[in-house]
Nanobody, 131 residues
Framework: QVQLVESGGGLVQAGGSLRLSCAAS????????MGWFRQAPGKEREFVAVSTITWSGRNTYYADSVKGRFTISRDDAKNTAYLQMNSLKPEDTAVYYC??????????????????????WGQGTQVTVSS
């Protein structure tokens, strides 16, 4: 079992920045894939970013909509994953969720964008970007 708790959401003006944190417990953090998803009102949950564990080390993937603006990172010593969000736009407004899973090392990159591949989820944190 993995327990995940997000924090760091809030209200920010367009162009501003926020850093979300996801504290994990209950499992060896360094061995799990950590992802961020978001869900806006009336929309489906969508992939944002992931930090993966593979045979060759770690990789990161981003949704096209956040590439160049968001950065995912992780601190194994603190069992915490982060999502640094810069140049925020009103369309980034959503509830942000962190997720943990153990996808096979040979998984194609698109697997990591699918929410059904993750076993554990946090409760979500609201991010609101005003124009």
């Amino acid at each position: 079992q993995v327990q995940l708790v997000e924090s760091g959401g809030g209200l920010v003006q367009a162009g501003g920045s926020l850093r979300l944190s996801c504290a994990a417990s209950g499992r060896t953090f360094s061995s799990v894939d950590m992802g961020w998803f978001r869900q806006a009102p009336g929309k489906e949950r969508e992939f944002v970013a992931v930090s993966t564990i593979t045979w060759s080390g770690r990789n990161t993937y981003y949704a096209d909509s956040v590439k160049g603006r968001f950065t995912i990172s992780r601190d194994d010593a603190k069992n915490t994953a982060y999502l640094q969000m810069n140049s925020l736009k009103p369309e980034d407004t959503a509830v942000y969720y962190c997720a943990a899973g153990e996808l096979p090392y040979s998984s194609p990159s698109y697997y990591y964008t699918r929410s059904d591949k993750y076993d554990y989820w946090g409760q979500g944190t609201q991010v609101t970007v005003s124009s």
